[in-house]
């Protein structure tokens, strides 16, 4: 029985409502009243009932899609501007006990190289992202009770926002770390963590026991109902995600939307992030092995329609992706990308030696930080390296009125504009630097409130002569 407001997975996320969900999108998706009834209901930007968007889903009108495309980019544009958040994954440890089929840190490989962070690896790795001039990471980990305890999650944490190099600082940690205790996510909580980020992998029960053969992640009640017990431990940003290629896109999308629904009803507060992730090549991994792996183009349309069904939820596009198809998506809603990333335990510092990799996947944009910031600012794009949000407790439903608030001009985009100017002079090339300052001069001119000008004016000013961390 389906029951948004139910504790239990198998009824907030009900494979009966899905399949009747899929069954009225199929009956609709040429029903051109309805369909247009749904794009103007989105024009009102409050988003969109699972149903109604698995309608837009199943549409295959490509003036429709064109339509959504349209819409998507607009509303991207009234509730992001031009901004892009800017992030990288930090691999702290790849020891695990599950059975994940299509990833290549299962229990059974003996193969790929197991390696773990000491403190001291630590320093060193985030050393390398400070010069890089990251603000914000992902730290990632296996799940291992014995290699990678909470403990040790949360000496890492402790360890990372301590580190101080020349000009550089984490100030904000993201955690991607497998699902877990209330008391545990309390104890990340006060560790100050940024979001609490876990893909649902698939929303399909009998395939997620399937895909997850052996280890605590079997259990997909546990797994499922993660978000709830994080935001009972106090944590109210949570991100989510599948990973396309193991179901059927159109039951995952259903599906999420369906959790995005339940995290609103149950806690007033939805989703901070999606994440659309795709199978990738990996160590002992095929991604031809997955049949359910979708086209470029159905990806687009995903995350199109993820922009106008939670208006208020940021997106991550990471970089499984590549330049040219990052660049199609970025327009369509994407907040977030990370830029320079590595994949491997310890990967920032040194390059693997063939026989010695712990790569969780290939990544397939392998340009550096500065190519990514470059390419983006040439795109028309403000790369933000911006943490104030979370850094003055505006998380949860607090990030979300502002949003609502129709503020997010008034402070995201001088934000944004001041932690890019921090990196201009700390870390880019020459030609980046001479792009971006001449778009901040631009993009001044774009702060409605003029006393907020004036200041972030004056805060760049002092940026430029050495003063750092300003924020609104
Ligand atoms: N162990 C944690 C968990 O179970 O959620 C942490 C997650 S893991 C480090 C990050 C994510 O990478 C996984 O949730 C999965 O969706 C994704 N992933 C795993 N194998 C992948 C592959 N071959 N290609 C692309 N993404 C993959």
Redesign the pocket.
């Known amino acids: 029985m389906y029951h948004v407001k139910s504790k239990k997975a198998e009824e907030f996320i009900s494979h009966e409502e899905i399949e009747k969900t899929l069954a009225y999108a199929d009956a609709n998706k040429d029903n051109i009243a309805l369909i247009d009834s749904i794009i103007e209901k989105a024009k009102l930007r409050k988003g969109l009932s699972h149903r109604e968007a698995s309608v837009l889903l199943a549409c295959e009108m490509p003036e429709k899609t064109a339509q959504i495309y349209a819409l998507a980019e607009q509303i991207k544009k009234d509730f992001y501007g031009n901004r892009i958040v800017m992030f990288a994954p930090l691999y702290l440890s790849n020891y695990?006990i599950?059975g994940?089929v299509?990833?290549?840190y299962h229990g059974k490989n003996k193969h790929i190289a197991r390696k773990k962070l000491t403190q001291e690896d630590i320093v060193r790795e985030v050393t390398a992202l400070q010069d890089m001039g990251h603000k914000r990471l992902a730290i990632?980990?296996?799940?291992d009770p014995v290699n990678n305890p909470i403990e040790y999650i949360l000496e890492c944490i402790k360890t990372i926002y301590s580190i101080r190099h020349k000009n550089g600082a984490i100030r904000r940690v993201n955690v991607?770390?497998?699902a877990t205790s209330v008391e545990n996510y309390r104890k990340l909580k006060e560790a100050e963590i940024g979001t609490y980020i876990?893909?649902q992998?698939t929303y399909h029960k009998e395939s997620y026991e399937k895909l997850h053969p052996t280890g605590p992640?079997h259990d997909y009640a546990y797994h499922t109902e993660a978000m709830d017990r994080a935001m009972e431990g106090g944590i109210d940003d949570v991100g989510l995600?599948v990973?396309f290629g193991l179901e059927l896109y159109r039951y995952e999308f259903a599906g999420l939307l369906m959790h995005a629904e339940h995290l609103e009803a149950v806690h007033g507060v939805g989703p901070h992030t999606i994440s659309v992730?795709?199978?990738?090549h990996?160590d002992d991994?095929d991604p031809a092995a997955f049949d359910n792996s979708i086209s470029d183009e159905i990806f687009a349309k995903l995350c199109a329609l993820i922009r106008i069904s939670v208006p208020y939820t940021g997106m991550i596009i990471s970089t499984?992706e590549n330049k040219e198809v990052r660049e199609k998506v970025l327009p369509l809603g994407v907040s977030q990308i990370s830029g320079g990333s590595r994949t491997s335990v310890g990967g920032y510092c040194e390059p693997e030696e063939e026989d010695d990799k712990s790569e969780?996947?290939d990544v397939s944009d392998k340009r550096s930080l500065d190519e990514v910031v470059n390419w983006l600012i040439r795109l028309g794009y403000i790369p933000s390296f911006c943490t104030a949000c979370y850094r003055e407790g505006r998380t949860g439903d607090r990030f979300m009125s502002l949003c609502k608030n129709g503020q997010i001009q008034n402070c995201c985009h001088p934000n944004a504009l001041m932690t890019l100017k921090e990196y201009l002079e700390d870390y880019a090339s020459p030609e980046t630097k001479e792009l971006g300052l001449q778009l901040i001069e631009r993009e001044l001119e774009n702060i409605p409130n003029e006393k907020v000008k004036k200041t972030a004016c004056e805060y760049i000013h002092g940026i430029a002569e050495g003063k750092r961390d300003f924020r609104f």
Request: proline share 7%; glycine share 8%.
């Open positions: 695990c599950n994940c299509y990833c290549p990632e980990a296996g799940e991607n770390i497998a876990l893909f992998e992640k995600g990973l992730p795709r199978i990738k990996a991994i499984r969780q996947f």
